[in-house]
């Protein structure tokens, strides 16, 4: 593991929002640029369901981050003026203690024993970490998909904690398909024999039910206009379709599988089982009692709000209602709405359409 | 077995249009109204994938069929006035001859054995019913969903079998996502272990695999506002959510569960997967060499397409297509482009938009 990468164990007993506690949990953290004297230079990603911490390259670990084009030196988010944090979110596998983490009282895994995730928790720990760092205020907390709500969750529950918020296809909520989507993902995974009710060896599990997922993940995370135009109904040559009659016949179909292949291993199922289900939980009414009691527990100075025309799974009638419902408690809320044909996954490749957006924000 | 479902047994050897044949295959009908003297008002209803033959009740069988408010006495195709065929699809489990079908040869179900299937050879299988029948041209063709794939493999194979033509909810060809979409429904039915290759006994199959291809099915043929509007974020009560913390939280889980149990031991999976392939294999370009080399060996008098707004599995730019594609081989192309809600299966349910535009079409 590069030395980019830093943990940071939460001292004594981290109480979870639906119930339950972690003792000791970890966060795992990489940061780059530089703490201004004034400390108030920051910025925290919080990242989407999948991602690691590894936002973009450094030096100490030179390979490309999911974010790469976005965060660095002359970059929208320009570490040269930036102190930069991207949080591995609690619960997933990269550092940070979650459902694959040995549970301190018993050495082995936590597995279907870690307590109920909410994103609260995650943003919560999260903020444990700015504390220890000593930052009080952040410059912006930035957010994009699950991270988005992470990061409302952050704000909602640190009144004060940053002066700008930027979140990016995400929503206040998830709606019924979203729901639905992320519910079927995980019942392919459950129903893998070999998850085995979570017990499944660390170097094996339902790679089948992971496959599946995934797949199912990247039809959502893409658009149907995006395929047209890409593949459309080009063939697979005869010499790369498998022996299965049922297998492979259209472009699309072999490019969802070197996707699939390419995910297995990567992510702990049960941690991704925590993780779907939080962003299935999470709702901005659950602080108030209703969303906008909700959102006017936001205080930020400036908001910026980005939505892509062709996201299915956070639609940008989301990202409408976030820009709608915060402009109440907020004095500058702006809404971008970017014709990209990516869809959900538009922030990770769309870099045309959302670097000047980004750069004007943080300019 | 009600006496409603009526048999015909094709004689001798039936050629699949991509390789292969079959010994005088059957087709499953059912039949309601007369044929006039004339034998010109006959209409002809090929099925989406999953029905069987009985589009509406009968004195023979008054169990009320999958289109009960659009074909009958004084319905929009009006059994007074038309001799009404349903077909059930060569290749599905309905009375028809499929993969679940014993193989005449053998004596053991064709499973897997069974040749590729076309949409192609399920129109050529309807086409010899009517002219067992002694249906030279019909009144009209009416196809929705995969059925009017079917009902375009029909009138571009057999010139002049129909005057009218009606295409609801259709497409000239599958695009990626809708390929995709199918793609992984397979996969999950063919990954679990239960489908054993194909080989699985008559009582039992890969019920967890139709499962999961149910509860993707259910997405993609109902719409995420129509979702929106019924579940919102809903929860189940208490009592109803299963042990496990992963099942149940929403009504929208709930609401695909059972659709998902009460789809399992309806269809057979082998068949599934047959039908569902030809489906995605299906392309209008393949009879001329392109799109509209394909469409003008159409020939209709008048032809009625209908597409719904919120339809993700056929979506209406499809149906602006046909309805373009058509207007040159075809004097008279209408266009119903409608704002139901229920997406892709809006033709069973949002009667009242659909029963209109079929009522002015036959009037």
Redesign the interface.
């Known amino acids: 593991m590069s030395t980019a990468r830093q943990y940071f164990q939460l001292p004594g007993r981290f109480e979870m929002r639906r119930g339950g506690h972690l003792d000791r949990p970890v966060v795992a953290y990489e940061t780059w640029g530089q703490l201004n004297p004034a400390r108030d230079n920051a910025i925290v990603i919080f990242t989407g369901m999948s991602p690691s911490a590894h936002a973009t390259s450094s030096p100490e670990d030179p390979s490309p981050g999911w974010w790469e084009e976005i965060v660095g030196p002359s970059r929208p988010i320009d570490t040269r003026r930036f102190f930069v944090i991207c949080i591995n979110s609690l619960g997933s596998c990269f550092g940070s203690t979650g459902p694959a983490s040995p549970d301190p009282a018993t050495g082995q895994p936590y597995r279907?024993s870690f307590p109920?995730l909410s994103l609260e928790d995650v943003a919560n720990a999260g903020q444990a970490l700015l504390a220890h760092l000593g930052i009080g205020q952040l410059h912006s907390i930035v957010g994009p998909s699950m991270g988005g709500m992470t990061a409302l969750a952050c704000a909602i529950q640190h009144p004060g904690i940053s002066r700008h918020l930027v979140l990016l296809s995400t929503a206040a909520?998830?709606?019924?398909?979203s729901?639905?989507?992320r519910?079927?993902q995980?019942?392919?995974i459950?129903?893998d024999?070999a998850w085995a009710e979570g017990n499944y060896p660390a170097d094996a599990g339902p790679i089948?039910g992971m496959?599946?997922a995934r797949?199912?993940g990247m039809?959502t995370y893409r658009g149907?206009r995006e395929?047209?135009q890409?593949?459309?109904?080009e063939r697979v040559p005869g010499e790369r379709q498998a022996g299965?009659?049922?297998a492979l016949?259209?472009?699309?179909?072999a490019y969802?599988e070197a996707h699939a292949l390419k995910f297995i291993g990567q992510f702990d199922a049960n941690c991704y089982?925590y993780l779907s289900?939080a962003s299935?939980?999470f709702?901005v009414a659950d602080h108030g009692g209703s969303i906008q009691a909700g959102f006017t527990r936001v205080s930020a100075e400036r908001v910026l709000v980005i939505g892509v025309e062709t996201d299915?799974l956070f639609?940008v009638a989301q990202q409408r209602e976030l820009a709608a419902g915060l402009a109440a408690p907020c004095r500058d809320v702006q809404l971008a709405q970017l014709p990209s044909v990516q869809g959900h996954d538009s922030f990770l490749v769309d870099m045309d359409r959302f670097r000047p957006v980004l750069s004007a924000f943080f300019a």
């Open positions: 279907t109920v909520r998830a709606l019924p398909f729901i639905a989507i519910s079927l995980r019942e392919m459950r129903r024999p089948t496959r599946l797949k199912l039809m149907a395929w047209e890409r593949f459309g109904r299965n009659a049922f016949d259209f472009e699309v179909e969802l089982l289900r299935d939980l709702d299915i639609p």
